[in-house]
C-alpha cells in the first residue's frame, strides 16, 4: 500500500492540489482522508504565546524536559 501526507492550506475547497505528482498511474482508485488542523494549530499556538508570557525560553523547556526524563 502507498500512503502519502501532504499538510495544505486551502485556496479553494473544492480542489486540493499536491506539491508533487503522486507515483500511481490514471485511473487507480485510491482514499482521500482530510483533516482540519485548524483546532490543533490554534491551540499550541496559544500554548507557545501563555508560556512565552510567563518568560519562559526554549532553552528551560529542554531543560525541564530533560529533568522529567531523568526522574
Do not use: C, F, H
Not at 13 to 20: D, G, I, K
Not at 42 to 63: C, F, N, S, T
Amino acid at each position: 500500500m502507498y500512503a502519502y501526507r501532504e499538510i495544505l492550506t486551502l485556496d479553494d475547497p473544492n480542489t486540493l492540489t499536491l506539491s508533487q505528482s503522486l507515483p500511481l498511474p490514471k485511473g487507480r482508485r485510491v482514499e482521500v482522508l482530510v483533516l482540519d488542523r485548524a483546532e490543533e494549530e490554534d491551540g499550541r499556538g496559544a500554548l507557545r504565546d501563555a508560556i512565552a508570557q510567563r518568560g519562559i525560553g526554549e532553552d528551560d523547556v529542554r531543560e525541564a524536559i530533560a529533568w522529567a526524563r531523568r526522574a
